[in-house]
């Protein structure tokens, strides 16, 4: 009898607990930790609505819209003549401040075109006051001459060029007081008007990032690096292969400074 009932009461626990398994078709699917964390991260990192991709060809494109800024960038080269031993270098460094309300703006810009035979480094300094323009080299002043109208409007778009198309890589950080966006590009989306690749040469790598404020719609911060093989540098005769290294910031947006005739003139 004893074991009658023990044989009942087992039966009727398998049956309830088939009754009452879980249908697992129904139950949720589980979150991957690290792809919820990732996704996390990107949303709240994501810039905004609009920026998902962002076009800047010359760097400081829409840079004319701001009341005032600053400006600094350098090109620099390192490298040798293609197919020889014999070493070269170039470099140029410019700084560019600017103020809207004023027509004005000043550019010191320093050159070293070992490319071009050069000994010594070249400085110079020119002013824009509305339509008159003023060039300092070497210590001596020249108003209204091509070479400080040419130089009194450089651009960064001139000197190191800019970017078709970038996209966001959903990380923000805070560049030269600016609340930015990182993207990321491909080397076919580079506008580099200082560096040809003709037939022969070639572009064996190509990293940089691409800083960009939302709020002002500009370019805060760029960087390249890139390794060239047989590229003609600033239209000199010869091909060059080596490491060409480029940076830009945009400063004290907003900020209208005080630029006057430089001095000597």
């Known amino acids: 009898m004893k074991s009658a009932i023990i044989l009942f009461l087992f039966s009727v626990f398998i049956l309830t607990s088939c009754q009452q398994a879980p249908d697992m078709d129904a139950l949720p699917t589980l979150a991957d930790p690290e792809s919820l964390a990732t996704a996390i991260v990107l ?53 560019i401040t600017y103020d809207q309300v004023g027509s004005a703006r000043r550019v010191i810009a320093t050159r070293d075109l070992n490319l071009a035979e050069e000994a010594e480094p070249l400085s110079l300094e020119a002013v824009r006051l509305g339509e008159d323009t003023f060039l300092v080299r070497e210590g001596r002043c020249a108003s209204n001459v091509p070479d400080g109208d040419l130089l009194a409007d450089l651009s960064a778009g001139d000197l190191l060029g800019g970017v078709t ?48 404020a939302p709020e ?42 005080n630029l006057s005739i430089p001095n000597g003139c």
Not at 64 to 93: P, V
Not at 223 to 228: A, E, G, I, K, R
Not at 235 to 254: A, K, N, R
């Open 165 to 212: 198309s970038a996209t966001s890589a959903s990380q923000r950080e805070t560049i030269n007081g600016e609340e930015v966006w990182l993207y990321r590009f491909l080397a076919e989306d580079l506008v580099l008007p200082n560096i040809t690749l003709g037939e022969d040469a070639r572009l064996l790598s190509a990293q940089g990032d691409l800083w960009v």
């Open 216 to 257: 002002h719609d500009v370019v805060v911060r760029f960087n390249l690096t890139l390794v060239v093989e047989n590229a003609t540098i600033f239209d000199q005769d010869l091909p060059i292969s080596g490491t060409i290294s480029m940076q830009y910031d945009l400063y004290d947006i907003g900020t209208v400074p």
């Open 43 to 95: 949303t709240e990192n994501a810039p905004p609505a609009g920026y998902e991709t962002v076009s800047f060809p010359r760097l400081d494109d829409n840079t004319q819209a701001l009341a005032g800024w600053r400006a600094e960038m350098f090109f620099q080269l390192e490298g040798a003549f293609a197919r020889t031993t014999r070493e070269t270098s170039a470099s140029t460094n410019a700084t």
